[in-house]
Each structure stands twice: as C-alpha cells, then as structure tokens.
C-alpha cells in the first residue's frame, strides 16, 4: 500500500471512513470524496497531509473532474478506486394502507446515486489511471465497488436499493473484461450488516435483532473489516472481476 494514491467516495463516513484511515495508515495517500455537508475537510485535517479533502457529488460529471484534477496536481497519479458512497430508500412497492405507490423519484434517486454516480466516478478517472507507469503484470490500477448482500437478497421494502446493488453486481465482469487490455484490476465487496451511520438510524431493538440473525460471529461488521477486504483486494494481483460476501454467512430473511 506504501506510496499509492486511492480515491475513496463516500470516504467521510461509515464503510468508507474505514477504508481511507487503514489506507493512510497503511502508507497511502488518499483522496477523500464525499458531499460538500460532510465532515471530510475535519478529517482530512485530522489525518495530516495523506489526506485530502475534495467535495464531491459522485453523479456530477463537473465535480467527478475536479477531484480528478486535484489528484493529479496534488499527487500526479491514481493508483485505486474504491466506490463506497451510496444511498438507501425503504418503500414497498405499494402501500395498500395509504393507497401510495412507491414515489418514480425516490426509486431513480437511488439507481442515480449508487448506479451512474459509481460509473461516472470510474469512467472519468481511467485517463489519470492509465497514466501509470504498469507493474511485472502490467498492472495500472485496481477498482473497488460496494455492492451488497441486498443484491442477492433483498428485503420487504428495498427495491430501489437491490436493484441498485445487483447493477455494481452486475458490472463487475463486464469492467474488469473491459479493463483488462490496460491492465485495472474491477472487484465488488458485498458488505453484509456493518456498524454505519445507515444502520445507526435504524432503532435499537431492530440492530441487536439484525446481530442476531449473523450467524458468525453474531454482531455487525466493522468499518475497517471491510478496508482489511479492500488492502487484501489491492495487494493480491489474481483478484479481478469477483463479487466477494463480507457478511458472516448471513443470508437475509424477508
């Protein structure tokens, strides 16, 4: 990790967080990019001169390029990815007690964000990416996404946010065979329940009772188990186009 350069969306808070502070620990330079309401420039400032502020609205073709930018003036090159920003919705389809479907909007909103804003984010990067100077296996740079165990097993309630992750899922093979000629490595993390402020607002009988339902270890996931996953994930050269479950064995009931 010592001496590369990551973006990391979504990287002010929760599986994000994780991930820039074990990377920096880790000997790295991160970039963090998160909206402008965040705490990221505070971070930024705590972490020391690795870190990096930069506000960003990941579906912002505008704001994608700035950061970019940044990046290449601050550090000259782009060596990883990682896609943790993303938003949630819990809507049934149709709710038969208030005689309301689900609202087009709130359903587009979460395909935009966690969809288009990941493919944005990549696509506009690959330039600085391709830069690099490749390594014995003409590898240039390594993609992380954030997919989840919803993906596979979407609740009541969480259309939107399961089709938005069957769609990181979805991509993975597609990029990592389309990237392959310039040598960036495509992996998606599945995260099961992790300890985030997603899951924060959720009342605390429904969090010991989502820790119960883990079956190993029976508790929420850490932030920083998931950047362990995304270190391994850049270290280890064979990973590429690869859904892998971080999730304890849970498989999710209705």
Known sequence: MKGLVAL?????????LGVVQRFIKKGAKVVIADLPISKGNTIANELGESAVFTPVDITSTEDVNGAINEIRN???KLDVIVNAAG???AHKVYNFNKDMPHELTDFNKVLNVNVSGTFNVIR???PLMYNNTPDKDGLRGVIINTASVAAFEGQIGQ???SASKAAIVGMTLPLARDLASIGVRVVTIAP???DTPMLGNLPEKVRVFLQRSVPFPKRLGTPDEYAQLAEHIVE??????EVIRLDGALRMQP
Do not use: D, H, M, R
């Open 74 to 76: 601050k550090f000259k």
């Open 236 to 241: 280890n050269s064979l990973l590429n186009g």
């Open 124 to 126: 506009l990067s690959l």
């Open 159 to 161: 259309v939107a946010y």
């Open 87 to 89: 938003i949630a919705v």
């Open 8 to 16: 990391v969306t979504g990287g002010a808070s929760g599986l994000g």
């Open 192 to 194: 099961g329940i992790f």
